[in-house]
């Protein structure tokens, strides 16, 4: 329900200017973990989503607001400010998995090479294998 939220709230903010025959693709949020984001009446159910919803019952409406905002600067060609800086925690985060102890290629192979090159055509359900 968020995801159509979203998407109708960006729709209605595009469609005038851009044509209502316009398709608007939602795709998620990167380079952090924002975890689950749901309407605020999900998030009063507190069902799993609700309960990993990170920032609140009105996460949703920040994310719309905030898309709005910028969709409507990029209509307008204007310039978008922000002193918003992401934490820095990389040095905090903790692996579990042990270090790498050897990554090599045979010799006369780099890094990167392909080894058996894909043929020239494909029909469905054919494997497709490139080493």
Do not use: C
């Amino acid at each position: 329900m968020a995801g159509r939220r979203m998407r109708r709230a960006v729709y209605e903010t595009v469609k005038g200017p851009w044509g209502s025959d316009t398709k608007v693709v939602l795709n998620s949020i990167t380079n952090t973990y924002a975890s689950y984001v749901t309407t605020y009446e999900e998030y009063q159910v507190q069902r799993y989503e609700g309960g990993s919803t990170l920032y609140g019952p009105h996460t949703l409406d920040a994310y719309i607001q905030t898309a709005v905002q910028l969709i409507q600067a990029m209509i307008d060609g204007a310039a978008v400010e922000s002193d918003a800086k992401p934490d820095e925690f990389e040095d905090k985060l903790l692996s579990f998995l042990p270090p790498v102890i050897l990554d090599t290629v045979p010799i006369d192979v780099l890094f990167g090479d392909v080894i058996r090159q894909p043929h020239d055509k494909y029909h469905p359900a054919d494997l497709v294998e490139v080493v």
